[in-house]
Every structure is written in C-alpha cells, then in structure tokens.
C-alpha cells in the first residue's frame, strides 16, 4: 500500500491581508482548506491530516493516497511517496493525535439513535473517581484512560505499545456554519515506541488512521524508525 506524506505550509512574505484570506478560522474551514488540496473531491475523503504550530504559523502533515493539486501560489508544499517497507517485530518511535471516546449501545429502539460516544477521560474520571475530593490529579486520569484506549486498539491494528506518553487533553466546541449546535469532541497526544506485530494491518492502519473526528485532524500515526 503505497500514498504521499505532504509538508504544507504557507510561503514567506504574505502580508496581512493574503493570512486573513488563507488561515482557517474554525475546524470546519480547516477541513475545507485541506479538501482544496485535491483535485478530485468527488472520489471521496482518502487522506489524514494533522496540523501543527510553527510559531505562529500552521504547518500541516497529510497522509493520503494522491498527489495535491498546488492551487495557490501562497503555500509552500514537500511532497514524498510514503512507501512502508515494515517488517514485524521492527520498533518504531511514534506520534498520534486522537480523539478517544468509547461508543456504547444505549437503546435497541430502532426508531431512535442507538448509540453514543463517550470521551474516555471524563468517563473514567467520573466512573473511577466520582469523589471530587479524593480524585488524583488530572495528568494521571488522563494518562490512565489514554493507555487504556490506545492499548485496546492495539493488538486488532497489529503493534503492540511497547512505552508511552499521554498528555495534551483538551475539549473542543466546535460550530458548523449556519448551525447553533455544537459538536464536541476531545483529544489526546500520544508518544512513544512501538512494536509491529503484523505488517499487513499496521500498514493498513498508517492509512486508516486510529479513531473517529478525521475530518478534525485526529487519526493520523505518524512513525519513524528509531
């Protein structure tokens, strides 16, 4: 399975007005932006994204399985083939943006939506450590309820985490255009080592992406050889 790993960021030297007309402003811009970079949308979503901070500047890594189509001359775009060539057992030092959350039944009421998804941490907080005053503190429940996720995703996606680090926790709202709603959602980081237990669906994974909110930037495992 073969695709291109993108750098994109924006050119040097715009001024004030080209950065208000190309920086996104809300999460949904942010996956339009990206959505630009392919020619053909109609052939449906078949990249990752993840955007970072270059000071005060976003860079953007995006895994897909097509080239992007330059569109403006104000962004600065690498482009490699991303060719995998694993093996099991190889240890890879890895980095993932998610958004982790448990989908649990809550109705067999075909009529009504059946399911929910619950963020991990306030789920574990709560079920755990329903005393406020006797809770640890946050970084361990976090770290705790990311470990759990990531560990139950592992071994079905081909790798086993052989170290890890989870922090970053944050809760978003966000608001599509012309609506009131909000949609919420959570993320996590992760870091650390891990161990190819089968090459097939790991590779497979590295083009999936781990867990739900993809059009938000969460999903894409990005690995380099230690």
């Not at 399985?65 to 330059?70: A, F, L, M, T």
């Not at 083009?207 to 894409?220: H, N």
Request: aromatic share 10%; with cysteine.
């Amino acid at each position: 399975m073969n695709g291109y790993m993108h750098r994109i960021r924006l050119k040097p030297g715009l001024d004030i007005q080209q950065l208000a007309r190309l920086l996104p402003t809300h999460a949904y811009a942010e996956h339009q932006l990206v959505w630009r970079w392919f020619a053909d949308q109609e052939a449906g979503r078949d990249f990752l994204f993840r955007r970072e901070q270059q000071g005060h500047w976003p860079i953007y890594y995006v895994l897909s399985k097509r080239e992007v189509v330059e569109l403006s001359d104000s962004w600065e775009i690498e482009s490699r083939p991303f060719e995998p060539r694993l093996s099991n057992g190889e240890r890879l030092a890895f980095s993932l943006r998610a958004n982790p959350v448990k989908v649990r039944k809550i109705s067999d009421d075909p009529t009504v939506k059946t399911r929910r998804r619950d963020d991990v941490v306030a789920d574990l907080k709560q079920k755990l450590y329903p005393d406020k005053n006797q809770r640890p503190p946050m970084a361990q429940i976090v770290c705790e309820a990311g470990t759990e996720w990531l560990a139950a995703r592992a071994k079905r996606n081909g790798f086993a985490v052989e170290s890890l680090n989870v922090d970053g926790y944050q809760q978003h709202r966000l608001y599509k255009p012309g609506t009131d709603k909000p949609v919420t959602l959570s993320t996590l980081e992760f870091r650390g080592i891990l161990q190819i237990e089968d090459t097939g669906l790991f590779t497979e994974k590295l083009f999936q992406g781990i867990g739900p909110a993809k059009a938000f930037g969460c999903g894409l495992l990005l690995v380099r050889r230690i």
